[in-house]
């Protein structure tokens, strides 16, 4: 039963990715006798848009025999897949982009390819030139599964707070580096001015498990707050998620984005970018976006400080990683671990540094490229995003001990589902629609009909 469950599970999510994007694409294939296909599936952020540009330039003509399909779905829909009841195709994709909560669980039900033995068949001149000791290694642990690298990370990130340094100077605030909560909502109600277009903060309020769970679930980590005790018990219906839940919700309610509860990352991305928010809690991924003078109006006056805790530190930052993955399928293996390698070494964040600019370097990845120059010019929100990936705690994710592993998801296969209809119950709260006490009982309730030991062992 405890295999089943945990199979069904991962199956499931991992046909309906492949089958879902493979709707949308070729199957992969020989172009011509002497010429291979990779196709590979992935998110269509800017980082990712950049990759394929790239690939087309010079990954296509250093390596001629090799051509590259991209499939490229938004974040929500690609992850919306996963809801739905699809059979595998196997053998359409050679690549798949996934992230730190994925990867463990795919790698352990066998539909990722183990890439230790490839790095470790690299010849001397490839090891030396890709130079894995170079990622980070809080990023390389959540990408392996019983010691072995499963996925190489494209980019990774973690949480910050971001602010309009002269909206701060208008109204005589100051930021503390290490800011609470409490000070976070002090700040949004003096920033707050809705007869100008300005919000006081913006913040996730669209549903999805990966949308505004993951800085909602920051915040119940920096109460205090925990989705299970050490017995696998709901714990969302406690005070400390409660308080959480009702801050979080009020602070979009009051001084948050005009409808916030339908708001993803791009909605307060664009705010932030036109000087229509006095603060941005999200990804540090964001910085470079923020610092863009052609992407925003407010460049070169951004503030940037590390997440806001309250009762605790631990689980206030998050850790995510977008990687690629080998699918165990493929049949193009070589080839697609040398994109692979190719998209995550040193030389393609030089030239991605050189191509689109020093501040839109894929970021969290390498730790030379936090030593480089000029990155450092053009990033000051560089030296936050390594501190916080390192200092980031996802095996003890909040104040006291879980079972569970994973700062801003819950490390097991159910949370793809129980997550997305957690989500939907905030967004609710967000909203008006629903009470907080309400969205707790009701989510709690949930997590006891699906997650308990014998469905998590493993995990």
């Not at 973690?158 to 290490?178: E, R």
């Not at 030593?371 to 053009?378: H, S, V």
């Amino acid at each position: 039963m405890k295999i089943a469950v945990r199979t069904i599970a991962v199956l499931t999510g991992i046909a309906l990715l492949f089958s879902g994007l493979a709707a949308c694409s070729p199957t992969s294939q020989s172009s011509s006798p002497n010429t291979t296909t990779l196709t590979i599936g992935t998110v269509n952020n800017s980082q990712m848009v950049q990759m394929e540009q790239l690939t087309k330039q010079v990954f296509e003509k250093q390596n001629p025999t090799i051509k590259v399909n991209f499939v490229t779905l938004p974040e929500d829909d690609l992850r919306t897949k996963v809801t739905q009841d699809v059979a595998t195709n196997a053998g359409k994709f050679d690549i798949a982009t996934i992230g730190n909560y994925d990867t463990p669980i795919w790698a352990h039900n066998g539909w990722l390819q183990d890439l230790s033995p490839y790095l470790t068949q690299m010849s001397a001149s490839e090891k030396s030139s890709y130079n894995y000791g170079d990622l980070l290694k809080p990023v390389m642990a959540s990408l392996s599964y019983q010691n072995d690298t499963y996925s190489l990370p494209f980019y990774g990130e973690s949480s910050m707070m971001m602010y309009n340094k002269q909206l701060f100077a208008q109204h005589n605030l100051t930021m503390p580096q290490h800011p609470t909560w409490d000070q976070i909502t002090h700040f949004a109600q003096v920033l707050n001015d809705p007869a100008h277009g300005v919000a006081g903060i913006v913040l996730r309020g669209q549903s999805g498990w990966g949308m505004n769970m993951a800085p909602l679930d920051t915040v119940i980590n920096a109460y205090g707050g925990q989705w299970f005790n050490m017995n696998w018990q709901p714990q969302l219906n406690s005070p400390a998620v409660t308080q959480a839940v009702t801050n979080y919700a009020t602070l979009l309610q009051k001084y948050g984005e005009p409808g916030a509860s339908t708001a993803g990352w791009q909605e307060c991305l664009s705010l932030m970018t036109q000087g229509k928010a006095g603060m941005f809690y999200d990804a540090t991924s964001f910085g470079g976006s923020l610092e863009t003078p052609s992407q925003s109006k407010i460049a070169g006056q951004v503030g940037y400080a590390y997440a806001p805790t309250e009762v605790t530190s631990n689980g206030s930052r998050w850790l995510w990683a977008w990687a690629l993955g080998l699918v165990k399928s493929s049949h193009n293996k070589d080839a697609a671990f040398k994109f692979i390698t190719w998209a995550t070494s040193p030389q393609y964040l030089t030239l991605a540094g050189k191509t689109f600019g020093w501040a839109n370097v894929p970021p969290g990845t390498r730790t030379s490229i936090y030593q480089n120059p000029e990155y450092q010019k053009a990033a000051p929100f560089a030296q936050i995003t390594l501190s916080s990936i390192n200092t980031a705690t996802p095996d003890h994710p909040t104040l006291n001990p879980v079972p569970y592993h994973g700062i801003q998801y819950v490390g097991i296969p159910q949370f793809e589902s129980v997550g997305q209809q957690i989500s939907e119950t905030m967004s609710s709260v967000i909203a008006g629609r629903t009470t907080v006490s309400a969205a707790l009982q009701q989510s709690d309730q949930l997590l006891q009909s699906q997650v308990n030991k014998s469905n998590t062992a493993g995990y």
